[in-house]
């Protein structure tokens, strides 16, 4: 009795009760529209400056309708309301504060994740369990043992997961590793990844008084991570470098775009680095297959040796040839004939437009995405050994089975922190 009808049933009735039925073709997916049946229903968390720009990508997709927002301060909420409105022409759009609200909902089948690094991880893992697919903002995981638990709990529960890493969905980025995996570079030697440089801060602003909740939710802000004093300067986005609430120390800013694509490049999916070695910021990486990973500084206006072809450059060097990009879309290569037959179009690799697309295609085949949670994980596992090495000052030898560096109790504790309550996940 309380079934829903179809569509099919619907007509059915109104037939036989001598009804008109005349419905809208966007109700049918007539004239170009996505019927609402077909539609995928999103829900978006983190309406920061990333947030947005990713949610008004999802915003142009056809097929997905935006039906809520989510963030612990006033002010973003009312920025996404306003956008997710305009788009669709309507009031519709619900806010939240609490994503658990959000997660609650049985009618949002998506979400998009694009808080701060300290709620990506807690907030996928949360997701999942939900019975939600996942698209987070990157880095995914504040740590090494939160990347496997985002993986373990995408699998567990049958999500689809894509990392923010977009740069695997960017056409000059893509180019280049189609070059390294063909074997036109002949055997791959040494990969080369841009990062940032290693900035963690221990110290803490002097506190100043929280602002009432409805404005801003400085618990719920804080989220998993160790409760600090407020100040504004960390809402605000001042929060970057701060131990607690930064995902290795910033080297994982642009390594896990970098250091993602090295071992996409290199067929190392699902893999890591065996040995980590600094020599100042910069980390030598090596594989078990003797493949050399440089993670080193740099990379915008020729800095650090990189030719200026973007921020978030990447090199492959093999036997025969090299191919370095970045994201300006603009792509180099020795010989240059690598590149003769190259009709590439030049796109900024910070734009989600193509991964987003991705993820939705893969909502509704189930099919994996090209920054799944595997991928994501043995990429930000790699990162975070390469931090942990930086932090000590030391070589460490590392065992990607195990995820754990054999016999190094020091390092093994760097692998995780300590959530605070109830954010367990």
Partial sequence: MNARPTRRSFLKTAAAFGMPA??????LGLNGAVAPSNRITVGAIGIGPRGRLVLSTFLKQPEAQVVMVCDVQKANRRTGKLM???????????????????????????????????????????????????????????????SREIDEAVKLYGRVFQAGTQRR????????????????????????????????????????????????????WLGPVPWRPYHQEYVRGGWRGHHDFDAGGRLLDWGCHTVDLCQWAAGMDGTAPVEYEPDGQTIRARYADGKKLVMRLGGFNNEGDWLGLGTCPVRFEGEDG????????????????????????????????????????CVKTRGLTSCNSGAMRSSHV???AAAIAVRLGRRLVFDPATESFPDDAEANRLRSRARRAPWHA
């Fill in 22 to 27: 005349i419905i809208p073709g966007s109700a």
């Fill in 382 to 384: 790699a990162c975070h």
């Fill in 84 to 146: 997710v409105d305009r788009a669709y022409k309507n009031e519709d759009c619900a806010v939240s504060s609490d994503l658990l609200e959000m997660l609650a909902r049985e009618d949002i089948d998506a979400v998009m994740i694009a808080t701060g690094d300290r709620w990506h991880g807690v907030g996928s893992i949360l997701a999942a369990k939900a019975g939600k697919d996942i698209y987070s903002e990157k880095p995914c995981a504040i740590t090494m043992a939160e």
């Fill in 169 to 220: 969905t960017v056409p000059n980025f893509m180019h280049a590793v189609e070059l390294a995996r063909s074997g036109r570079l002949g055997k791959l030697q040494t990969l080369h990844a841009s990062i940032n440089p290693l900035q963690e801060v221990f110290e803490w602003k002097e506190g100043q008084a929280e602002p009432p909740a409805e404005e801003v939710d400085w618990d719920r």
């Fill in 322 to 361: 090299w191919v370095e990009t970045g994201d300006f879309g603009k792509m180099a290569a020795n010989p240059a004939s690598l590149l003769a037959d190259s009709k590439v179009p030049e796109s900024a690799g910070t734009d989600p437009g193509a991964h987003v697309r991705e993820f939705l295609e």
